[in-house]
């Protein structure tokens, strides 16, 4: 299992339709195969940075999920409305103290 991370900073006058538009496309990335789930955090002292945190059952799941249909529809939608390059990590847990 991997996780990606993926930093997205927004124009501020673009962050709340940003949100709008995650509500409706959430849930085909977190059933999307070989997801096994996401979350989406915001950074509490610069609310225009979001980044998304998702656990993938192998590179080659993440991989077709950002060659999918889906992914195509939902990048160029957000594309426009980011204010720096979005920055991106695939990551293997080294300690994990939340798991039992």
């Known amino acids: 299992m991997i996780t990606r991370i993926v930093q997205l900073e927004f124009e501020q006058d673009k962050i ?8 409706t496309i ?8 070989g997801c096994y789930g996401m979350k989406l955090y915001q950074d509490i002292n610069r609310p225009t940075i979001v980044m998304t945190y998702s656990h ?3 590179q080659e799941a993440l ?3 950002r060659n999918s249909e889906t992914f195509g ?3 160029p939608k ?4 980011f ?3 979005p920055q991106a990590w695939s990551v293997n847990a080294y300690f994990n103290g939340f798991e039992n």
């Open 78 to 81: 957000i594309k426009p409305w």
């Open 26 to 33: 959430k849930h085909q990335v977190n059933t999307f195969p």
């Open 63 to 65: 991989d077709a999920y």
């Open 83 to 85: 204010a720096e390059k």
């Open 73 to 75: 529809t939902i990048w």
């Open 16 to 23: 709340e339709g940003f949100f709008q538009f995650f509500d």
């Open 56 to 58: 993938w059952e192998t």
